[in-house]
């Protein structure tokens, strides 16, 4: 039940994207899914294998899952790049500020200008 709640809420918070293709399109080239659906039409051997087969319908929510935490590293990425040209930013705002007023620490150090 909690599941079925959970999935609810998150259905709400699909872009219509989602909505209207919900299916991902695949990275493989035209070999590599045919080798993949392949493999997957097999009768698996390893114990794992066959208790996967009961939840093939989760592979959407797979999809899914495995989407929102590319896009979160994606993210990370990009915030630790934003984080870095910030920083510098500051030093060449600071190195700025530094250069057109007059202190004691300025004319202690030497001046850029």
Do not use: H
């Not at 392949?38 to 899952?65: I, K, N, S």
């Amino acid at each position: 039940q909690r599941i079925l709640r959970l999935a609810e809420m998150c259905r709400k918070l699909e872009t219509e994207e989602e909505k209207v293709l919900p299916f991902y399109p695949s990275s493989l080239v035209e070999g590599e899914q045919r080798d993949a659906q392949r493999v997957f039409e097999e009768t698996p051997t390893e114990p794992l294998a066959q208790a996967m087969r009961d939840y093939v319908g989760l592979e959407r929510f797979w999809q899914r899952f495995n989407k929102a935490k590319l896009e979160e590293k994606a993210l990370e990425q990009e915030r630790a790049a934003l984080r870095w040209r910030n920083r510098q930013l500051r030093a060449l705002l600071q190195q700025y500020m530094e250069g057109i007023s007059i202190s004691q620490e300025v004319l202690v150090e030497p001046n850029p200008l």
